[in-house]
T-cell receptor
């Protein structure tokens, strides 16, 4: 069965520093998609970045990059030059053929706090 | 940039009342979903909808819940006879096809 693990329940980072949020996943699929979402205290779910399992290059979106290591089944999110507004919950998620692509499986989340 | 839109952003309802949460998916998307997140907990899948019918539902999605696509643009989640434990953030998502999925900003439902 598909499963997402985020081992860091909470993280602190100094403003302007880079931070890596860990995500490992388990699936028997060859074709799947990995996502990162940000959820600020206001509650909305904000899409950050997407990586397809067949994408050869790591995905990047502005200050966000996804360190995709397929053999290790990891999809860590790297946030460069952290800002105070980055303080939020971050969810790693995946979707694949194992669930008929019918649902996105979410990890438990990592709470990131950016310190001035 | 196209986005999934949910209304209302916050709904307060009395226990036992019916609520309808509304979603406007991205216009060319064919797959629609509802998820919920009880405060402080994981995001949970409720139901997926494709070709005008439910394609998969979780054990949470019991007879109290129903989904509908009443017209070409809206996708609704109805909760009959709400219970206190239905209080949660409800997210709609849509997709053009696997494996991408785009989420709305959520509706916070509070049952009192």
């Amino acid at each position: 069965a598909q499963k997402i693990t985020q081992t860091q329940p909470g993280m602190f980072v100094q403003e302007k520093e880079a931070v890596t949020l860990d995500c490992t996943y388990d699936t028997s699929d060859q074709s799947y998609g990995l996502f990162w979402y940000k959820q600020p205290s206001s509650g909305e779910m904000i899409f950050l970045i997407y990586q397809g399992s067949y994408d050869e290059q790591n995905a990047t979106e502005g200050r966000y990059s996804l360190n995709f290591q397929k053999a290790r089944k990891s999809a860590n999110l790297v946030i460069s030059a952290s800002q105070l507004g980055d303080s939020a919950m971050y969810f790693c998620a995946m979707r694949g053929r194992e669930t008929s692509y019918d649902k996105v499986i979410f990890g438990p989340g990592t709470s990131l706090s950016v310190i001035p | 940039e196209p986005e999934v839109t949910q209304t209302p952003s916050h709904q307060v309802t009395q226990m036992g009342q019916e609520v309808i949460l509304r979603c406007v998916p991205i216009s060319n998307h064919l797959y629609f979903y509802w998820y919920r997140q009880i405060l402080g907990q994981k995001v949970e899948f409720l139901v997926s909808f494709y070709n005008n019918e439910i394609s998969e539902k979780s054990e949470i999605f019991d007879d109290q819940f129903s989904v509908e696509r009443p017209d070409g643009s809206n996708f609704t989640l109805k909760i009959r006879s709400t219970k206190l434990e239905d209080s949660a953030m409800y997210f709609c998502a849509s997709s053009e096809g696997p494996p991408e999925a785009f989420f709305g900003q959520g509706t916070r439902l509070t049952v009192v």
